[in-house]
């Protein structure tokens, strides 16, 4: 059984530009989530996927976005980058949109200058 | 909204010291209530969780006890090891009335375990 894998591990992109980060699933599980964590504080909902749709969002702006593919793995596309998304970027995936429990990648470190 | 609020770290021990880690949530409904663990440079693991109230969640001899009246998860360990430096995230998800399985995490406490 494969955890749930991110990639890259780490980045850096001046502002203004767009960026793409990618995650696969744990196996058998059809739901995943990003989380965007600031230095020093705790992770931020920005999206649930869930069957490929869009099922929940967090207060984030809409250059925010992502897709789900059919084999469950995601991506999540931010555009027009600002400073402030400098952060790291947790996908989670679970097995249902209301699983009890999710399991996080190691996350993809964002740096922005 | 729904809310987690956490003892401000860093939290600094002696090896084989007795740790307790302070959280209280707000929520409306019957949340699930999580503890992860974040080593430096990694993501996220769960520690624990408690599905409702009473419930103690427990692992690698760390405890939490989710008590409704006083809306806390706090989490306890009797004897820290070097090997629990760490950040401690206490986290609840509201439950699925949305559709949307979702944590709302505290803002973390750093604990370091002296030797």
């Known amino acids: 059984e494969t955890g749930v894998t991110q990639s890259p591990t780490h980045l850096i992109k001046t502002r203004g530009q767009q960026v793409t980060l990618r995650c696969s699933s744990q196996?058998?599980?059809?739901?995943v989530s990003w989380y965007q964590q600031a230095l020093g504080q705790g992770p931020q909902f920005i999206f649930q996927?869930?069957?490929?749709?869009?099922?929940g969002r967090g207060n984030f702006p809409p250059r925010f976005s992502g897709l789900q593919f059919p084999n469950y793995s995601s991506e999540l596309n931010v555009n027009a980058l600002e400073l402030d998304d400098s952060a790291l970027y947790l996908c989670?995936?679970?097995f249902g949109a209301g699983a009890a429990e999710a399991f996080f990648g190691q996350g993809t470190r964002l740096t922005v200058v | 909204g729904d809310s987690v609020t956490q003892m401000e770290g860093p939290v600094t021990l002696s090896e084989e010291a007795f740790l307790t880690i302070n959280c209280t949530y707000t929520?409306?409904?019957?949340?699930?209530l999580f503890w992860y663990v974040q080593y430096p440079g990694e993501g996220l693991q769960l520690l624990l969780k408690?599905?409702?109230?009473?419930d103690k969640g427990s692992n690698k001899g760390f405890e939490a006890t989710y008590r409704k009246e006083t809306t806390s998860f706090h989490l306890e360990k009797g004897s820290v090891q070097v090997s629990d430096s760490a950040v401690y995230f206490c986290?609840?998800?509201?439950?699925?009335?949305?559709?949307?399985?979702?944590?709302?995490f505290g803002t973390g406490t750093r604990l370091k375990v002296l030797a």
């Open positions: 986290a609840l998800s509201p439950g699925t009335t949305s559709g949307t399985y979702k944590y709302i």
């Open positions: 996927y869930y069957r490929e749709e869009e099922n």
């Open positions: 929520a409306t409904g019957y949340p699930s």
């Open positions: 196996s058998g599980h059809n739901t």
């Open positions: 408690a599905t409702k109230a009473d």
């Open positions: 989670a995936s679970s």
